[in-house]
């Protein structure tokens, strides 16, 4: 056995690694090159330091080859493209809504060129960029005004604070949610100054719970979407219509954290029904907020619609400053939203609608194209099938909900599957599926057709190196 002094005094010099790498390393910033090299011998010192008996004495070609490897990685981008095959439509975690060509076309435009992004056309003078989309949101919504922010949290927190700030905002005790990401109603309502009154149970809250809370320090009742959240069997809720009119009767607003908030209605393609944007700003709610990365299928953004006189405060909040949304967002957000303009044409046009939408024959397809394209031209060492599973909504309403769906199973001949799952989220697009009763899966409701011919090819590379590993 080498030990540990050998070991650490056959660790190459930099400079040398540097002067030998120099043709193959070329194109690549040296300051680059010269962290990845230090950071590579570094790591290897302290893993030699601490004992693991992974390391070994390493010759000349073995060091250039791992050095390389770690240049190569350092020198990629560190966010990128993956496919999802997890069959979660709306995955946080992988970007939540993808966007369509014209919306990406929308957003290269607004980087590449000037805008009249605060300039108005009209007049030659300064303009407001909430202007660009104000119009459209109201045509939709039904709501007098609106405004945009960063994202849903902000538009939130943006409301409380402008409305609420040294007072108090009543909620049901069945609503302070944790969305996820640490969004906690409680939280946001400390953070924005006012005080949280609670009411209710957890499972059941009436209006006259609200009705004895409300006083001179009241500023608003808030109604928050459960989400991810769901008290199911003894339950009982006051309907929007109710709290609208307690509130209103005291002269208090009643605000709602819609979270997803869809304008169209999904219950047809087999969603939980759901109440449209429309239909909330419909029953008297004065401000509703939304996530324009959830249903609505967008960029990352909050709005928030409602009655003109409260959303002309929200503007005016400095916060509202800190909040904003920028023109990339603005750009894709436009276009997002004039979809809706044609509802039908918002289910084909709107990649997240799409997806939920489409018919379980087409996914059905999907699989077996793959499976073809793998099977014809390749010798994958894996055992491939064509199985039905469940997909799922994702992110703000209804993120458990199921949806019939059909999925590619691989079972690998030679390697753990566990070992394929890793192995596949190291492949330059890296394949992010899931796991089932040793199957690995991707479910073909989130792979595009234009996904397919690439990611046979990179699955069947990586599955004809694991035939001999
Ligand atoms: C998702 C969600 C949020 C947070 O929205 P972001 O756009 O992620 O900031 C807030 N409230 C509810 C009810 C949600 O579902």
């Keep these: 056995m080498t030990d540990k002094k050998q070991l650490l005094c056959a660790l190459p010099k930099i400079d040398e690694c540097l002067a030998g790498l120099d043709d193959r390393t070329k194109s690549i910033p040296a300051r680059l090159v010269k962290l990845a090299v230090r950071h590579c011998i570094d790591s290897e010192r302290q893993r030699i330091l601490a004992d693991d008996k992974n390391c070994v004495l ?13 240049i190569t990685s350092k020198n990629q981008m560190n966010l990128r493209q993956v496919i999802n095959g997890t069959g979660v439509v709306i995955h946080t975690n992988l970007g939540r809504s993808i966007l369509s060509a014209p919306m990406v076309d929308a957003l290269q435009q607004a980087g590449a060129y000037y805008t009249n992004l605060e300039f108005d056309l009209n007049t030659g003078t300064r303009g407001s960029r909430y202007g660009l989309v104000e119009e459209i949101i109201c045509d939709l919504t039904g709501a007098e005004a609106a405004l945009v922010v960063n994202n849903n949290a902000a538009a939130v927190l943006l409301v409380l604070d402008t409305l609420a700030c040294g007072k108090q905002v009543i909620v049901s005790r069945g609503q302070l949610v944790e969305i996820g990401g640490s969004f906690r109603i409680p939280d946001v309502i400390a953070k924005s100054g006012a005080q949280l009154i609670e009411v209710g149970t957890t499972n059941r809250t009436h209006l006259a719970d609200y009705e004895k809370e409300i006083n001179n320090e009241t500023a608003l009742l808030l109604k928050v979407h459960t989400s991810n959240f769901r008290v199911i069997g003894f339950t009982s809720e006051v309907s929007a219509e109710d709290l609208v009119a307690l509130a209103h009767a005291k002269s208090l607003p009643v605000v709602e954290d819609l979270g997803s908030g869809s304008l169209v209605d999904l219950s047809s393609f087999g969603l939980p029904p759901e109440p449209t944007v429309q239909q909330i700003v419909k029953t008297g709610i004065d401000v509703v907020t939304f996530s324009g990365d959830k249903l609505l299928g ?3 953004a909050g709005l928030i619609v409602g009655r003109k006189e409260i959303i002309n405060r929200i503007k005016r909040n400095p916060l509202n400053r800190a909040l904003r949304i920028d023109k990339f967002t603005l750009a894709s957000l436009e276009v997002v939203l004039r979809n809706y303009y044609d509802l039908n044409q918002a289910l084909t046009t709107v990649p997240t609608l799409r997806m939920l939408t489409q018919p379980v024959e087409l996914i059905k397809k999907r699989a077996k194209r793959l499976i073809r394209r793998i099977q014809t031209t ?16 994702g992110g703000g309403a209804m993120p458990e909900h199921g949806l019939s769906s059909w999925a590619v199973a691989f079972k690998p001949l030679h390697i753990h599957i566990s070992a394929m799952e890793k192995g596949l989220r190291k492949l330059p697009i890296p394949v992010i599926g899931r796991v089932e009763d040793e199957f690995f899966l991707l479910d073909m409701r989130t792979v595009a057709d234009k996904e397919i011919p690439g990611l046979a090819t990179s699955l069947l590379t990586f599955l004809e190196q694991g035939a001999f590993s």
């Design 58 to 70: 390493l010759n000349r070609e073995q060091w250039d080859e791992r050095l390389l490897a770690a």
């Design 378 to 393: 390749g010798k994958p060492a894996c055992s491939l099938y064509l199985r039905p599973t469940m997909s799922r909504v």
């Design 298 to 300: 967008g960029p990352q």
